[in-house]
């Protein structure tokens, strides 16, 4: 028994010694120390060693184990700790290296504008408002006062989702649903994208306006002018210049077309403007009363004024873009610029 126990002890070690990898040594645990294993087999055989040789054969025993396990821990500790460093090399961070820069973000051109505008909004009393892109022929139509044989009610211009569900045209239903909703006095602006079906350098099936809506007690055409002014001011600067032009829309009455200076020339007159040295500011009107009275609004007590500025025409002429497509491809190359 002592032989074999000196053999397990030279063979046991020998073999820790050799091993390269932690499954292996797990192993080799379990072939020396576990249940089945060869020491726990001759440990269990004591009670057949004779009484006056036991307590040799048993310490021996107890030696081998010792040691067996002392050779199992440190080869542990040496092959986790190689892994460790093996580890380390692979994700060796080189602090060196010289840093590749931080891509900002930016906001885009539109967002921006709108942005400004809303601020300009919000500093002169106008509380902003969201309603839904997807609209009746009610909201968008029929509530303002164009008339069934309007050509914006064709299949072909406004893009329909069913006979009478479509894409609002126009953020003028922001308008209707205000009117419903606030008691009068109230300013609201709308922004959001309207929808038509549209498509040339100059056009986009979607594109962006602004809805604004006074409604109050005594409000005329020098209100609506003032408030127009100082809205262009506060966006143009002091020196903008404005004029007017008669217009037509169904909901207002009369309804106005307003140009800025042209803010490409400053008002000397350049390609864009065709040299008037003005370019068109939006259109508006005072609410026509049929308008107030179809929401519910008492038009011999209350009047308004409402206009409607597109936004892409204005970043356009501003950033110099020569077709509308960019603003809405998302052109990582195109924004790059616009910043
Ligand atoms: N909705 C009109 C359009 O898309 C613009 C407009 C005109 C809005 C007059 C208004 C307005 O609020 O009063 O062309």
Do not use: W
């Not at 500093?123 to 839904?132: A, N």
């Not at 020196?239 to 217009?247: E, G, L, Q, S, T």
């Not at 490409?264 to 259109?283: D, V």
């Amino acid at each position: 028994m002592k032989e074999q126990l000196e053999e397990i002890l030279k063979n046991g070690v020998q073999e820790i010694e050799n091993v390269q990898d932690l499954k292996a040594l797990d192993e080799l645990r379990l072939k020396y120390l576990g249940k089945a294993g060869a020491l726990t087999a001759i440990l269990r055989g004591m009670k057949d060693v004779k009484p006056e040789e036991r307590r040799e054969v048993g310490s021996l025993a107890n030696l081998v184990r010792e040691k067996i396990e002392t050779a199992l821990s440190e080869k542990l500790a040496e092959l986790e700790n190689a892994k460790l460093l093996a580890d380390m090399e692979k994700e060796k961070v080189d602090i060196t290296e010289p840093s590749r820069g931080i891509k900002r973000g930016a906001l885009h051109p539109i967002t921006r504008f709108n942005n400004k505008f809303m601020e300009i909004c919000v500093e002169m009393g106008f509380t902003v408002i969201q309603t839904p892109e997807i609209e009746t022929d009610y909201y968008n139509f029929e509530a303002l006062n164009v008339p069934k044989n309007h050509p914006a009610r064709d299949m072909q211009d406004s893009l329909y989702i069913t006979d009478t569900i479509l894409m609002r045209t126009h953020t003028s239903p922001a308008q209707v649903h205000a009117m419903e909703t606030l008691k009068p006095p109230f300013k609201i602006v709308c922004p959001g994208r309207v929808y038509r079906n549209d498509d040339d350098s100059s056009h986009s099936p979607i594109f962006n306006q602004f809805e604004a809506l006074v409604i109050d007690e005594n409000v005329g055409l020098k209100d609506f002018m003032s408030m127009v002014r100082e809205m262009a001011v506060r966006l143009y600067g002091k020196d903008v210049k404005m004029r007017i032009r008669p217009a037509f829309f169904p909901f207002t009455e009369p309804s106005i077309e307003i140009d800025a200076t042209c803010q490409i020339c400053h008002g000397k007159g350049c390609s864009l403007c065709k040299g008037t040295g003005f370019s068109e500011f939006f259109g508006g009107g005072i609410v026509n009363p049929k308008i107030l009275e179809m929401s519910g609004i008492d038009s011999k007590k209350y009047s308004g004024f409402a206009f409607g500025p597109g936004i892409d025409r204005s970043v356009m002429v501003t950033n110099k873009i020569p077709n509308i497509k960019y603003l809405f491809r998302n052109d990582l190359r195109f924004l790059k610029q616009m910043r």
